[in-house]
């Protein structure tokens, strides 16, 4: 496909599980991003990749919130020892090297029993 | 550090009026700014873009948005709403000053357009 995807759409969990988020990019884009949103909220800026440069991590909101990006394409969010108020939608968004456009996932909500 | 705000959290507005949706921002050096659309049980979509040059920016569905430095603003606006117009639309900042690509979304405003 063209567009964004990220897997899964929905995850339920107990709290104190660790999670894994995916999100594919659109093919080419050097920039990633990940963000949450909380019921109601707007969009809360967790991290972005660009190319090969040392990601921004500067709105993680702990350290049990980490990502990865794998040869400069597929990105993981990882979420360990989940709590309730990590429920949200995290949404992935890619954007090209000469684009500032963002495109968006579908989003992948996650609910913490 | 790059803020964002929307000072309504929904606006009202009947079919065929103008509309408008206010946003304010603040950053250290220029900013790129932004604003995206989120349809009911829809993906966020781009809507237009400030980067440089004129202050008047014109985007998808007939949306446009000016560029106002004075006053740290990008309000965007609609000459006449329809009523697929609802929908919960965002606008973002990057600043252009710290040379990264981290970008700072508001809260959002709920657009609700009355037939």
């Known amino acids: 496909g063209a567009g964004v995807s990220q897997s899964p759409s929905n995850k339920v969990t107990e709290k104190g599980k660790d999670v894994e988020l995916r999100c594919d990019p659109i093919s080419g884009h050097t920039a990633l991003y990940w963000y949450r949103q909380s019921l109601g909220q707007g969009l809360e800026f967790l991290i972005y990749?660009?190319?090969?440069?040392?990601?921004?991590k500067s709105g993680l909101p702990s350290d049990r919130f980490s990502a990865e990006r794998t040869g400069g394409s597929v990105s993981t969010l990882t979420i360990q020892r989940t709590q309730q108020e990590d429920s949200a939608v995290y949404l992935c968004a890619s954007s090209g090297m000469r684009t500032d456009t963002q495109y968006f996932g579908p989003g992948t909500r996650l609910t913490v029993l | 550090a790059q803020s964002v705000a929307q000072p309504e959290d929904q606006v009202n507005v009947a079919e065929g009026n103008p509309l408008t949706v206010k946003c304010t921002y603040s950053?250290?050096?220029?900013?790129?700014l932004f604003w995206y659309v989120q349809y009911p049980n829809r993906g966020l979509q781009f809507l237009l873009k400030?980067?440089?040059?004129?202050?008047l920016v014109k985007g998808s569905y007939g949306f446009e948005a000016e560029f106002n430095k004075s006053q740290t603003s990008f309000h965007l606006k609609k000459p006449s709403a329809l009523v697929s117009d609802s929908a919960l639309y965002f606008c973002?900042?990057?600043?252009?000053?710290?040379?990264?690509?981290?970008?700072?979304f508001g809260a959002g405003t709920r657009l609700f357009v009355k037939a």
């Open positions: 400030y980067i440089t040059g004129d202050n």
């Open positions: 950053v250290s050096g220029n900013p790129y």
């Open positions: 973002a900042v990057r600043d252009q000053g710290t040379g990264g690509f981290k970008t700072i």
């Open positions: 990749f660009q190319g090969n440069s040392a990601p921004d």
